[in-house]
Structure formats: structure tokens, C-alpha cells
């Protein structure tokens, strides 16, 4: 079992940059491959960012995000960031962190058996 919480959301205009955290308690954190998942109201929920399990911690990004966002894990803290920079209004959702032990198709939300409750992200026009 693994616990997650997400903090760092907020309202931002567009162009200015978040940081958001997922703190993880529970089993051994480098264990888990770690994910980023956003939805937006009336969308479904998208993959945004994920990063293996430490080791190589290979990172991938879902193309609307690629040069923008940089995922990262400190596993001495026990917490993957989400380094959000030149946000835009299509940006705006509510961001889910995900952690699983054994996940191979990171971008598959399915594939995570553990999330957090969310953190909203808002970048205004």
C-alpha cells in the first residue's frame, strides 16, 4: 500500500509556471514507477508525465506537454514533482498523481493502482 497527496495547484495566468508535489508514504517509495494524469471537466483523464521506478528513472511526456513540463523524484523525500513552465489555458484540469509497482504502459491510467486526490490546476487567459 502506498498513500499519495498532491499539493502545488493553483490559479496562474497564462505563460507563468507551477510546481506541483506528490508526497508518497507507505511502501518503499523507489519501488514505484510514477505517474501524472490530468482531467478536465467533461474530458477524460489523460496522461500527462510519468517516470520509472528509480534506477534509470526514464521519464515520458505526453506530446502536449513535451518542452514544457519536466518530471522529477526525490526519493529521499519520498516525492515526485511536476515542474510545469509556459502554461496555457488548455493546461487547466485537475492533476492526479499515480504510482504502481509493476506498470509497464505508463501512459495507461488503468495500469496504476494508486492515486492521490488531486490537485486543480487553473491558467487564465
Known amino acids: 500500500q502506498v498513500q499519495l497527496v498532491e499539493s502545488g495547484g493553483g490559479l496562474v495566468q497564462a505563460g507563468g509556471s507551477l510546481r506541483l508535489s506528490c508526497a508518497a508514504s507507505?511502501?518503499?517509495?523507489?519501488?514505484?514507477?510514477m505517474g501524472w494524469f490530468r482531467q478536465a471537466p467533461g474530458k477524460e483523464r489523460e496522461f500527462v508525465s510519468a517516470i520509472s521506478r528509480s534506477g534509470r528513472s526514464i521519464t515520458y511526456y505526453a506530446d502536449a506537454v513535451k518542452g514544457r513540463f519536466t518530471i522529477s523524484r526525490d526519493n529521499a523525500e519520498n516525492t515526485v514533482f511536476l515542474q510545469m513552465n509556459s502554461l496555457k489555458p488548455e493546461d487547466t484540469a485537475v492533476y492526479y498523481c499515480?504510482?504502481?509497482?509493476?506498470?509497464?504502459?505508463?501512459?495507461?491510467?488503468?495500469?496504476?493502482?494508486?492515486w492521490g486526490q488531486g490537485t486543480q490546476v487553473t491558467v487564465s487567459s
Open positions: 507507505g511502501r518503499t517509495f523507489s519501488d514505484y514507477a
Open positions: 499515480a504510482a504502481d509497482l509493476t506498470v509497464s504502459v505508463f501512459t495507461d491510467a488503468s495500469k496504476y493502482d494508486y
